[in-house]
């Protein structure tokens, strides 16, 4: 067993007949090797070695959002405006965090195709308790337990009476559109239900303080550079090879420049009134005009701290947690995995409990973007984020994944949208976003086949 090894983003497929002799944590450490070097040369060249043997990553996603983003620059004109990047953001916000819990589920080779309507359910509860004057934190609480007993229920299906998690949530992505609707009327309003907090209402519509924008991308590059420097201290006290420091002050240093880029475009002002107007005046007895200050609309939206808490928690727990392994090591292999001695119901179980409440907390914030209504969750909703999650680069047939493939596979799937709207006119203009969406889906599945035939046949499978 290789000891060259860190955090699992790979698929693990350990040899049936030998995991008796293999202890729960060896087999669930035994993940992927991370390219390693004493110098940037030997680094790059394991990399390169890694990619042409099937391990890509998100290196596909990433490679698209940059065209992406250069092609609809040139061809349309507003898509680098101000204004429209923080749309984008507050656009991909709740896909991206659907596809966070379905990265979870994916994990594990398997679906769950009634997260879309579990987050209306969870939109519909909140919007309805709200009005039923009970405090948002409770509201949403309440949410969260039923996205929760949601998962339960699919878990247990799936655990112990081995019904198909594609059957199962069928019936659930069907069932759940009714209990929608249900919980929608009963607060007897007609049309759309706004959420009744000011709070919850700011996650898309409100934005952070500057000053506020600029502190967290500071945080977050701290953070970044402290975790990669204890991540290598960790590694030269196990006696475990590390990337070059070079490598590592790279990675750091290109954080920094998109954190800190990032909040420097969203705190300019976006508001078309930001140039002011005049006024006229009277002044000791005469008239004159003066000029009036414009108004200010910046900063970076209030989810965008949501969205990076539940990376960096969500990710912690998946790279460096003893159940992050074990969720690896069943997706590589659930029956290697029982004889090493992991939990695989437990662990079957959990997942689905997680992707169900993430799914409410997308609900929540879908419903702060567009209110509620009876088809809250329904349509693509759920097509969409299983889109963002594979665009990303999460494999379909489960062992290889991270919590970041939801943000780029949702950012890509995001600009694709919001480019051809703006782009495409007419009454062909939707289709048209749709069938190109589709091909980028049908590309990235092919590339995750394709991808993971050859790490099969270079041993890195």
Avoid at 434 to 451: E, F, K, P, Q, Y
Wanted: hydrophobic share 50%; with cysteine; charged share 10%.
């Amino acid at each position: 067993m290789s000891t060259n090894l860190e955090k699992p983003s790979g698929s693990t497929k350990p040899d049936a007949a030998a995991a008796h002799t293999t202890t729960a944590d060896e087999l669930s450490s035994a993940a992927v090797t991370v390219p390693t070097g004493a110098d940037v040369g030997s680094y790059l060249r394991q990399y390169w070695q890694r990619i042409r043997g099937g391990d890509m990553g998100s290196l596909p996603a990433v490679a698209a959002l940059v065209v992406l983003f250069l092609v609809f620059s040139v061809v349309e004109n507003g898509f680098l405006s101000k204004a429209n990047f923080a749309s984008l953001i507050t656009q991909a916000a709740p896909g991206i965090l659907l596809a966070m819990g379905l990265v979870f589920v994916l994990l594990l080779g398997e679906i769950d195709l009634s997260a879309g309507t579990a987050s209306g359910v969870g939109g519909a509860i909140v919007a309805v308790l709200l009005t039923k004057d009970w405090p948002w934190p409770l509201a949403v609480l309440a949410a969260l337990v039923v996205g929760a007993v949601i998962g339960l229920g699919i878990g247990w299906m799936r655990t112990f009476l081995r019904v198909p998690s594609f059957v199962s949530t069928l019936a659930l992505f069907l069932g759940l559109q009714g209990v929608v609707q249900i919980v929608v009327n009963s607060a007897n309003t007609q049309g759309n239900l706004s959420l009744q907090s000011d709070t919850l209402v700011a996650l898309e519509n409100s934005n952070m303080p500057v000053w506020l924008g600029w502190v967290m991308a500071a945080v977050l590059v701290i953070g970044y550079a402290a975790q990669k420097l204890l991540a290598v201290a960790g590694r030269h006290k196990r006696g475990l090879p590390t990337e070059p420091s070079s490598i590592t002050a790279a990675k750091v240093l290109g954080i920094a420049v998109l954190s800190f880029g990032f909040t420097f475009v969203l705190n300019l002002n976006r508001s078309p009134n930001a140039g002011g107007g005049t006024r006229i005046v009277e002044r000791n007895g005469q008239l004159v005009t003066e000029k009036t200050g414009g108004e200010f609309l910046g900063g970076v939206p209030w989810v965008v701290p949501v969205i990076l808490v539940l990376v960096v928690v969500l990710g912690f727990v998946l790279s460096r947690t003893r159940y992050g392994r074990h969720v690896y090591a069943v997706g590589g292999s659930d029956e290697a995995a029982r004889r090493a001695g992991i939990r695989v119901n437990a662990v079957r179980i959990s997942v689905f409990v997680i992707c169900s409440t993430l799914a409410v907390v997308s609900g929540v914030v879908l419903a702060s973007q567009t209110a509620v209504n009876a088809a809250q969750g329904g349509g693509n909703t759920l097509l969409l984020a299983v889109g963002a999650a594979v665009v990303g680069g999460t494999s379909l047939f489960g062992g290889k994944g991270k919590i970041t493939d939801a943000v780029v596979g949702g950012a890509v799937v995001a600009v694709i949208l919001n480019g051809m709207a703006d782009l495409l006119h007419g009454k062909n203009n939707s289709a048209w976003q749709w069938i190109v969406t589709g091909l980028v889906l049908l590309l990235a599945a092919t590339v995750d086949a394709m991808s993971r035939r050859r790490a099969g046949s270079t041993g890195l499978g």
